[in-house]
């Protein structure tokens, strides 16, 4: 029995059905499949079991019975980190410093959003799963592990609500993989989401690369590894924090990314101590050679802690933007605006509203604060 699979390089997933009328276990096909993409590699999976590498033309040993193959491509992870950027000024076009940004493609789906294949949403099932090229309404929950998104661009209406999500990684979810993504609420206001990327049931190996997410509240939330994405917390919702970044007792890496946050509260990067609860402090917070701009604090290593206990912090070679016309001190908030309100170099005098960090430990061992700058003259910024 032979089947011919043809499909072009955005389709993430096929599948075909061979009935074996045998009464032994014995070889089948072989089936043939190809990719419009010039060196494509593949991975199959028989029976709903985990995908592996195969290579056409391909025949799998089967029992007598029905079964089911699934071909799909192989997506080969191309993740890296530039060095830190020396260049000043570039809160008003992080592109032009080499940092990620949606419209230089560096951040986001690879292809525009209207061009993909409609998708409404969608649940990732398969080990091995790769969900490639789709422009999908309703977002994605993911519940087998080894799970990769790739030139997605993942829309959810959220409604402005608590609790609303675009992407979930549902427990036992291990080593799911986001790259070259677009991740958003329908709009900022009233089809906003509280979190773009969900990890709350903390599902180890969790990696978003090359990302674009925005009209988000808390938009990356639980431990991941965040790198070359460009993340803005530009959602209104009602009663809600504002965090580029939330986790609590957790590990998190943010690498070379773009981190924004319009509003006077809470932060970039907000990791908690016991959901608020405190005590010794847990968290394990790496940020290096990102751009950081707004929130109240900029950063957060362990909020609400009432000690250093085991946290490990490694903050180097970030530039934090700053508004440049005359500070304005507001004695019922206690924070600190321009002027002028917003500008080209920033949205507050101070980084955040209030300030740059705090609820962090600066000294110590495992504690590490260094080269980290101010984005319009590349002045020291101190912990």
């Not at 191309?78 to 570039?90: F, R, V």
């Not at 959220?158 to 992407?167: E, K, L, T, W």
């Not at 609420?185 to 969790?206: D, F, H, I, M, R």
């Amino acid at each position: 029995m032979r089947h011919l699979l043809l499909f072009a390089g955005a389709l993430a997933l096929l599948a075909t059905t061979a009935v074996v009328a045998l009464g032994a276990t014995s070889a089948v096909g072989p089936f043939t499949f190809a990719s419009g993409v010039p060196g494509t590699t593949f991975e199959c999976s028989v029976d709903n079991g985990a995908y592996k590498t195969c290579s056409s033309p391909y025949s799998p040993t089967l029992a007598a019975g029905a079964h089911t193959l699934r071909v799909q491509e192989k997506f080969v992870s191309t993740t890296t980190t530039p060095p830190p950027t020396s260049a000043n000024h570039c809160f008003s076009s992080p592109q032009a410093c080499g940092y990620p940004y949606p419209s230089t493609a560096s951040a986001g789906a690879s292809s525009a959003c209207s061009s993909l294949a409609s998708s409404g949403p969608v649940t990732a099932s398969s080990q091995g799963q790769t969900i490639k090229g789709l422009n999908i309404v309703g977002g994605v929950t993911v519940t087998a592990s080894n799970v990769t998104l790739a030139n997605d661009c993942i829309t959810t209406n959220g409604g402005g609500r608590s609790g609303s999500r675009v992407v979930t990684i549902a427990n036992g979810a291990t080593a799911t993989r986001i790259e070259h993504s677009t991740i958003s609420g329908s709009n900022s206001t009233s089809q906003s989401v509280e979190e773009a990327l969900n990890n709350n049931y903390s599902q180890p190996g969790a990696v978003a690369d090359h990302d674009y997410i925005y009209n988000c509240g808390e938009c990356v939330h639980g431990p991941w590894k965040l790198t070359n994405s460009y993340v803005t917390s530009n959602a209104t919702i009602s009663g809600e924090h504002y965090e580029d970044i939330y986790c609590s007792d957790a590990t998190f890496v943010a690498e070379h990314d773009v981190l924004i946050n319009p509003h006077e509260q809470t932060a970039n990067l907000f990791c908690d101590t016991r959901g608020g609860g405190g005590g010794a402090a847990d968290n394990h917070i790496t940020l290096t050679n990102s751009l950081l701009a707004g929130g109240g604090f900029s950063v957060y290593t362990d909020g609400n802690s009432s000690s250093v206990g085991s946290s490990t912090m490694t903050v180097t070679g970030n530039r934090f933007a700053r508004c440049l016309t005359a500070s304005v001190y507001n004695q019922g908030s206690g924070g600190t605006s321009c002027a002028g309100g917003p500008d080209s170099n920033g949205y507050f005098p101070k980084g955040g509203y209030f300030g740059i960090a705090a609820d962090i430990y600066c000294s110590g061992a495992n504690q590490v604060w260094t080269n980290n700058v101010w984005d319009d003259n590349g002045a020291t910024v101190g912990c």
